[in-house]
Structure formats: structure tokens, C-alpha cells
């Protein structure tokens, strides 16, 4: 089982060039979700999809945009890179109307930007 | 707004001893409370889950507990190995379905 996987596992970028992050599941899940993780922090959302079709902002949303492809595929867009955004990008799904709601995570991508 | 804090934020133990790690939160307004093992430069590995409803939850050597009342949950791990060794996050779900997480306590199990 592939559960959610990401690509690329990492990335370097200069400031100001652009990226994207890819997010796939294939536990037939409707929702997704978008984190960065930063040293000595806990996960912050970045952006979610309930379900296909729809975006909704998280926490720390600003220099991101997002897309959801179709149920299965869930992207992560950088327009321009900031070395703010160095972080580790971790995707996740979950089933809404499960007793737990419980997400699963994908390896995550570690993205610097210099 | 609700906020989950974790303490200590680093703990080191020789191998054998029994620990509790610990989570806090301010709203009890939580759907379900999860833990999870985080290896370094790796991903999130799921230990437990807790629903609102529950007061505790056991796998193996680790068991959580849950006290909505009072914000808190605790991990206990019995017997610890140094391949326990490893940062562990606490999470509780809101009322949106949304997971706030804590900061992680860092665990060292020295030989």
C-alpha cells in the first residue's frame, strides 16, 4: 500500500524562484491537507481540501496557493520563494465521516530555500 | 484559540526506566487526541489515538490517557529501549476536524 506519497522527497531553490510540491493518496480519502514543519515547532496547516473541488486556508497560508487536481492528487504551489519558507512539507489525508477523522501522513519534502 | 503544549521539551533516561511524556491543552472542546513518533529527519509514525470519549488508549509498551476536564494527556512508556529514542508529538483534533499540534518533547534513551 502506497498510502500518501510526495514528491520530491527534497528540493533547494533560490529566492524567488518557483515550485511545485506534489501530494497523491490512493486510500480514496475526500480530504487533504498541506503542513510545514519547523525546527523546534509543531505542524502548522497551510491549506486544506475537504473535498475535491474545494480549498480552504490554514493557518499560515500567505505565499502559498494550492490545488486539488482530482480526489486523489493535492498540490503545493511557492509563486516565489522566500528563505522564510524553508521547511518540511508534510501532506496528509483523511476520510470525513469516519468515526476517527484520523489523517495519514506522507514521508514529507524537505525544501531550502537560500 | 486553542493551544497544545508539551513538556519537557527534551528528556534523556537510561534504557529500562519507566517515563511519562506529557501534553496540554486549553480548550476541551477536542474531538480526538493523537500521538505520534517522530524519527529525525524522517516522517510521522501514528502510536495512538484517543477519541473525546475515551480515557485512555494502550499498544504494546506505550499507553495514553486522556483528561478532557483537565487539558491533559499523558504518554507512558514502560520498560524504554534506546530505539525509543525519537521526538513524540502530541495533536488533538477540534471541533473543525482540524489537528493542533504541540512543539514535541525530544526523547533520549541512553544505554
Known amino acids: 500500500n502506497a498510502g500518501v506519497t510526495q514528491t520530491p522527497k527534497f528540493q533547494v531553490l533560490k529566492t524567488g524562484q518557483s515550485m511545485t510540491l506534489q501530494c497523491a493518496q490512493d486510500?480514496?480519502?475526500?480530504?487533504m491537507y498541506w503542513y510545514r514543519q519547523d525546527p523546534g515547532m509543531g505542524l502548522r496547516l497551510i491549506y486544506y481540501?475537504?473535498?475535491?473541488?474545494?480549498?480552504d486556508k490554514g493557518e499560515v497560508p500567505n505565499g502559498y496557493n494550492v490545488s486539488r487536481l482530482n480526489k486523489r492528487e493535492f498540490s503545493l504551489r511557492l509563486e516565489s520563494a522566500a528563505p522564510s519558507q524553508t521547511s518540511v512539507y508534510f501532506c496528509?489525508?483523511?476520510?470525513?465521516?469516519?468515526?476517527?477523522?484520523?489523517?495519514?501522513f506522507g514521508p514529507g519534502t524537505r525544501l531550502t530555500v537560500t | 484559540k486553542q493551544e497544545v503544549t508539551q513538556i519537557p521539551a527534551a528528556l534523556s533516561v537510561p534504557e529500562g526506566e519507566n517515563l511519562v511524556l506529557n501534553c496540554s491543552f486549553t480548550?476541551?472542546?477536542?474531538?480526538?487526541l493523537q500521538w505520534f513518533r517522530q524519527d529525525p529527519g524522517k516522517g510521522l509514525t501514528s502510536l495512538l489515538l484517543?477519541?473525546?470519549s475515551q480515557r485512555e488508549q494502550t499498544s504494546g509498551r506505550l499507553n495514553a490517557s486522556l483528561d478532557k476536564s483537565s487539558g491533559r494527556s499523558t504518554l507512558y512508556i514502560a520498560a524504554s529501549q534506546p530505539g525509543d529514542s525519537a521526538t513524540y508529538l502530541c495533536?488533538?483534533?477540534?471541533?473543525?476536524?482540524?489537528?493542533?499540534w504541540g512543539a514535541g518533547t525530544k526523547l533520549i534513551i541512553k544505554p
Open positions: 495533536a488533538v483534533m477540534d471541533s473543525n476536524y482540524q489537528l493542533i
Open positions: 480548550d476541551s472542546a477536542i474531538y480526538n
Open positions: 486510500m480514496n480519502h475526500n480530504s
Open positions: 496528509a489525508s483523511s476520510e470525513a465521516g469516519t468515526k476517527t477523522y484520523e489523517q495519514y
Open positions: 481540501s475537504a473535498s475535491e473541488g474545494t480549498t
Open positions: 484517543i477519541q473525546s
